[in-house]
């Protein structure tokens, strides 16, 4: 007879046990032999040492299915212990699954490096182009980063500058007029997480999307923090917000110089501390380029045009 422990996501719990706990009673009619204590996020599990390392198999594959695609029933928990669905394999390439089981991964050259860099520093600058992946990559790896209890949040961030419209006019309160600037990374984290744990997250605290004013006077530990279109900043913004780094924490800027709606774009705060900051260790800096566009196919050849007339 052996004895092991085996831990869930603290986040996907309601979602693993099921309505009325349903799943866990069909998991335990699955191994009449087995002694299962469900405890919160940690089960213990005692029984024959074939029969165990047989149920922590089977553990690990709804953990992934679970983890893939955002839900688990009762008749999916039978199919996978009859074996009648596939394992879930998840490659070393995947940073996180999204929602409806939809893998995000790096998919060019520049996007591995920009992951790779996350793995390294504690401060990742990611300039280009649109359309190349950037914000959407770094929020993947900051709902990673939370979902593997590596920080205890995740801070979102643009500067509320105004590209070419005037945020004054939009009816509402303060909050409602920044919503629709703020909702692009809203989008993105749609993309990952379904509306109510994203709704719930937002409730907890545990995700923070604000404007960058916001972040005045605080020390942000323990924390996965995003600034998004980062070229709209002053150099004494750009400033006040990389001396908010606190412990366990991890900074990541991004930005496209090319789209600067300052009202003097050579204030530009992203294109100068892109340059006095390099060299420093611990910093990374990622270039994107049109090659690296992962939106509809014509976004590419607008990029290249615009970069023409400019010339």
Do not use: C, W
């Not at 706990?21 to 009619?29: A, L, V």
């Not at 690990?60 to 695609?69: Q, V």
């Not at 920044?178 to 809203?186: H, M, S, T, V």
């Amino acid at each position: 007879m052996i004895e092991k422990k085996i831990y869930l996501d603290p986040d996907s719990l309601v979602d693993f046990y099921g309505n009325d706990s349903k799943n866990i009673d069909r998991i335990k009619s699955l191994f009449p032999k087995l002694k299962l204590i469900f405890r919160g996020d940690e089960i213990r599990v005692s029984g024959e040492k074939n029969e165990v390392e047989e149920f922590n198999s089977f553990t690990e594959n709804l953990k992934l299915r679970l983890e893939k695609y955002n839900s688990l029933s009762v008749k999916e928990i039978t199919l996978i212990f009859e074996k009648k669905i596939k394992p879930v394999s998840k490659s070393e390439n995947i940073i996180i699954y999204g929602n409806n089981g939809k893998p995000v991964f790096p998919r060019s050259e520049n996007q591995r490096i920009f992951v790779n860099l996350y793995n390294k520093k504690d401060l990742i600058f990611a300039v280009g182009p649109a359309g190349t992946g950037k914000t959407y990559l770094a929020i993947a790896l900051a709902v990673r980063a939370l979902k593997n209890n590596e920080v205890k949040r995740i801070i979102l961030s643009r500067p509320a500058v105004e590209a070419g419209e005037n945020l004054g006019f939009l009816p509402g309160d303060l909050k409602d007029k920044l919503d629709p600037y703020l909702q692009a990374l809203y989008d993105a984290l749609l993309d990952i997480l379904p509306g109510n744990k994203l709704t719930k997250l937002i409730e907890q605290g545990i995700i923070q999307i604000a404007p960058l004013a916001y972040m005045r006077g605080r020390t942000l530990n323990d924390a996965v923090v995003v600034l998004d279109e980062a070229q709209n900043t002053t150099v004494p913004q750009l400033k006040m917000f990389l001396t908010r780094m606190g412990e366990n924490s991890k900074f990541i800027v991004t930005g496209d110089m090319t789209q600067i709606d300052l009202p003097n774009k050579t204030n530009s705060g992203l294109v100068k501390v892109y340059k006095i900051l390099k060299g420093i260790e611990g910093i990374g800096f990622a270039d994107f380029t049109k090659e690296d566009i992962v939106r509809h196919r014509l976004v590419a050849p607008i990029v290249e045009a615009f970069e023409r007339d400019d010339d």
